[in-house]
Structures are given as structure tokens and as C-alpha cells.
């Protein structure tokens, strides 16, 4: 990364009390496919461990949107919510022992970076690329599916396939830091992330879903990545902190000049962020 992420981790993990479980949350703006419409994609994690981040989130709502003591979804909400986000966030966040990781890239540096991504998650002989009338597509195989141990394939459009690999990536990556960080700290042998978010683009158990499965399934030493789905998205408190934190910092990210990586440090959480552009 970017800077010594592990190092500002592993500050706050002294006062952290887990045993190596943790609860995690994730959102995109403006989705988590390749849109050609969007020039910049962000997405952002939401990590605790014990479902801290929905307390911060009712804390939030609490201090925003006193009428319900909800947050409302990014998109649909009034200029008066956004700027009360802005205003109150760091103020509720400080103490609370919750990570934030995100990740804003532009389309170009995200497409470009595809054989790095592809060789970092050892997918050199699973990857392969085509043109199938005109578009490109992607065939990721085998796959196995965990419930039979069958081998499959997944096929889907090229623009879902980059943004997958982005995803999974930037997830591995911070995984594999907090595991570092953690284990400085703690010895701990392994860290769980259990994920709870919105359903991906398509329907469970076809493409782009069986793609994520596959891709966080893999078990490694460092710990195991668990997807689940709430049932309905976006009416969740910390499913619509995430949202929340996605929006505001896509539009961070699409009026500013300045790129790179920040990290905020409050009394007991961590908010870290980074910017790739070609």
C-alpha cells in the first residue's frame, strides 16, 4: 500500500478485543460494475468486531435524521442530509472502534491494472478473455463450488470480470494488512471477515456471484473471507453507513485535484483512503 497501513493498524489494535472475528461491511458508488458513464469508482469497507459500525451508524442517524433515528440511502437523499453527514460524521466516529478502509479508481486505471490484479490473486490459468459477437467477455474456470465440490465455469461481460478482480483485490489486500498487523499485536494465527452487504449485480449463485464466491472462498493461512446477503439491500444501519461513506467520498473524489492515500486517526477507530488514477 500506498503507506504504512499496518503500522496505523496495529496503534489500534491494543485496545482492541477480538479474538480474530470480524464483522464487515461494503457498498460502491456508484455500483460494483465497470460503468462506462462513471469516470471514478469507489468502494468502501466497514469493519468491527462486534457489529460496532451499526451502533455508529445509530449514533449517526441519531444526530442527522432525528425525525426517524434513520440514515437514509446516499442517492436519494437531500442536499440538508449529505451536508449534516459531513458535519457530524467525525464527531461520532471518534470514538468508535470501528475500521473504514476505501479505495476511489478511475475506469481507465482500473482496466489497466487488470494483469496485475490477475497475477497477485494467482489467476494467470483460471482468466481467459474472448470476443463473443462483438463484446468481450470473460470465462473464469474452473470454479468449485463448495456446497458439491463440482467443477464449473463462470462466463460474464468483461466490464463486470475487471470490476470483480478491483474488488476481491483491494479485499485480500487489507485483509492480508490487518492480518499483519494483528498478528504483530496480538499472535493471533488466523482473522475471520464475515461479510454482510447488498446482493452483487445478477442472481444469487450465477456469474458475478459465483465469481466473488470463488475468489474469497479460496481458504489460505491468513484466515477465511464469508459472504452473506441481507435480504433486502439498503435498509440495513450498517449496510447504510457504507452506502453512505461511498457516496460522500465519490463525490470527494470527482471535485478534487489532490490524489493519494489518507489515513484519519481518531481516539479509537481508523479511517483509511486511497486514490488510483492513470
Given at each position: 500500500m500506498p503507506?504504512?497501513l499496518a503500522?496505523y493498524?496495529?496503534?489500534r489494535?491494543?485496545?482492541?478485543?477480538?479474538?480474530?472475528?470480524?464483522?464487515?461491511?461494503?457498498?460502491?458508488?456508484?455500483?460494483e460494475?465497470l460503468?462506462?458513464?462513471?469516470?471514478?469508482?469507489?468502494?468502501?469497507l466497514v469493519?468491527?468486531?462486534?457489529?460496532?459500525?451499526a451502533?455508529l451508524s445509530?449514533?449517526?442517524?441519531?444526530?442527522?435524521?432525528?425525525?426517524?433515528?434513520?440514515?437514509?440511502?446516499?442517492n436519494s437523499?437531500?442536499q440538508?442530509?449529505?451536508?449534516?453527514?459531513v458535519?457530524?460524521?467525525?464527531?461520532?466516529?471518534e470514538?468508535?472502534p470501528?475500521y473504514i478502509?476505501?479505495?476511489?479508481?478511475?475506469?481507465?486505471?482500473i482496466i489497466?491494472?487488470q494483469?496485475h490484479?490477475?497475477q497477485?490473486?494467482?489467476?494467470?490459468?483460471h482468466?481467459?478473455?474472448?470476443?463473443?459477437n462483438?463484446?468481450?467477455?470473460?470465462k473464469?474456470?474452473?470454479?468449485i463450488?463448495a456446497?458439491s465440490?463440482?467443477?464449473?465455469?463462470?462466463e460474464l461481460?468483461e466490464?463486470?470480470?475487471?470490476?470483480?478482480?478491483f474488488?476481491?483485490?483491494?479485499?485480500r489486500r487489507?485483509?492480508g494488512?490487518?492480518?499483519e498487523?494483528v498478528?504483530?499485536?496480538?499472535?493471533?494465527?488466523q482473522i475471520?471477515?464475515?461479510?454482510?452487504?447488498?446482493?452483487?449485480?445478477?442472481?444469487?449463485?450465477?456469474?458475478y456471484?459465483?465469481?466473488?464466491?470463488y475468489?474469497?472462498?479460496?481458504?489460505?493461512?491468513?484466515?477465511?473471507?464469508?459472504?452473506g446477503?441481507f435480504k433486502?439491500?439498503?435498509?440495513?444501519?450498517?449496510d447504510l453507513l457504507?452506502?453512505?461513506?461511498?457516496?460522500?467520498l465519490?463525490?470527494?473524489v470527482?471535485n478534487?485535484?489532490?490524489?493519494?492515500?489518507?489515513?484519519?486517526l481518531?481516539?479509537?477507530g481508523?479511517?483509511?483512503?486511497?486514490q488510483w488514477?492513470?
Amino acid at each position: 500500500m500506498p503507506i504504512d497501513l499496518a503500522s496505523y493498524i496495529k496503534l489500534r489494535l491494543e485496545n482492541d478485543h477480538c479474538d480474530g472475528l470480524y464483522i464487515v461491511s461494503m457498498d460502491h458508488s456508484p455500483s460494483e460494475q465497470l460503468e462506462e458513464t462513471s469516470s471514478w469508482h469507489t468502494t468502501v469497507l466497514v469493519i468491527s468486531s462486534a457489529f460496532q459500525h451499526a451502533d455508529l451508524s445509530h449514533r449517526l442517524a441519531e444526530v442527522i435524521n432525528p425525525r426517524t433515528g434513520k440514515l437514509k440511502k446516499w442517492n436519494s437523499a437531500s442536499q440538508a442530509y449529505k451536508r449534516y453527514f459531513v458535519e457530524n460524521f467525525n464527531l461520532v466516529f471518534e470514538n468508535a472502534p470501528v475500521y473504514i478502509f476505501a479505495i476511489s479508481a478511475t475506469r481507465e486505471a482500473i482496466i489497466q491494472s487488470q494483469d496485475h490484479f490477475i497475477q497477485e490473486l494467482k489467476l494467470k490459468n483460471h482468466y481467459h478473455v474472448f470476443d463473443f459477437n462483438g463484446k468481450r467477455r470473460v470465462k473464469l474456470d474452473p470454479v468449485i463450488r463448495a456446497s458439491s465440490g463440482a467443477e464449473e465455469s463462470v462466463e460474464l461481460s468483461e466490464n463486470r470480470a475487471a470490476m470483480g478482480l478491483f474488488l476481491v483485490h483491494f479485499i485480500r489486500r487489507v485483509h492480508g494488512v490487518m492480518f499483519e498487523a494483528v498478528n504483530f499485536t496480538k499472535k493471533l494465527e488466523q482473522i475471520h471477515w464475515h461479510f454482510f452487504a447488498d446482493r452483487l449485480p445478477g442472481n444469487t449463485d450465477e456469474n458475478y456471484d459465483l465469481m466473488f464466491q470463488y475468489l474469497l472462498g479460496r481458504r489460505d493461512q491468513i484466515g477465511e473471507l464469508r459472504w452473506g446477503y441481507f435480504k433486502e439491500g439498503d435498509t440495513e444501519p450498517s449496510d447504510l453507513l457504507a452506502d453512505n461513506l461511498a457516496g460522500l467520498l465519490s463525490s470527494f473524489v470527482r471535485n478534487s485535484s489532490d490524489f493519494g492515500s489518507s489515513v484519519i486517526l481518531p481516539l479509537s477507530g481508523l479511517m483509511y483512503w486511497e486514490q488510483w488514477r492513470t
